[in-house]
């Protein structure tokens, strides 16, 4: 069985800009469901369509499969929950681990997340100096929550 364990986390600052370059993602979901999503995304002309299970701690279970991008396009304009997720994506390697740092786009903009990919839920990464508070077990940053309450609807 597939398993995916991230740590999720705000930012402190926007020192990490200059490490990587940015890459544009495009997202939604066929499914939204608090017990499995299903996602489909656009990067770099590669599309993918990912099936999650529900959130334990830090740890789910993950499918993801690649699909024609033309085929990922249409279901994204067509097929998906508004509205889509797109987000400008840094993938910055530091020692063992990959950082990947997403800048959201639209109704979630001004919203930016840090996350970690992790072997085993033991593991505990040096965080860098741009890393801030931790929000892992909080489900309104998880992605999917995003369509159905984006950043720009969070009272300030």
């Known amino acids: 069985m597939a398993r995916e364990i991230e740590r999720k986390f705000l930012l402190a600052n926007d020192d990490w800009e200059a490490l990587a370059p940015q890459v544009l993602y495009r997202q939604g979901y066929l499914s939204s469901d608090r017990e499995r999503t299903v996602r489909v995304r656009t ?12 959130t334990v ?10 699909i024609p991008f033309e085929d990922a396009s249409q279901m ?3 097929l998906c929950e508004r509205p889509l997720i797109e987000k400008y994506r840094s993938r910055i390697v530091i ?17 930016v997340l840090a996350e970690v990919e992790l072997a085993d839920e033991t593991q505990r990464p040096e965080l860098p100096p741009w890393v801030g508070e931790e929000v892992t077990g909080d489900p309104r940053y ?6 159905r309450n984006p950043y720009a609807r969070w009272p300030r």
């Open 43 to 54: 990067a770099q002309q590669r599309g993918t369509l990912t099936v999650k299970g529900i």
């Open 142 to 147: 998880f992605n999917a929550n995003l369509v």
């Open 95 to 111: 020692g063992e681990f990959t950082w990947e740092v997403d800048q959201f786009l639209g109704d979630n903009a001004g919203l």
């Open 57 to 66: 701690g830090m740890a789910r279970t993950e499918f993801e499969y690649d």
């Open 76 to 78: 994204l304009d067509q």
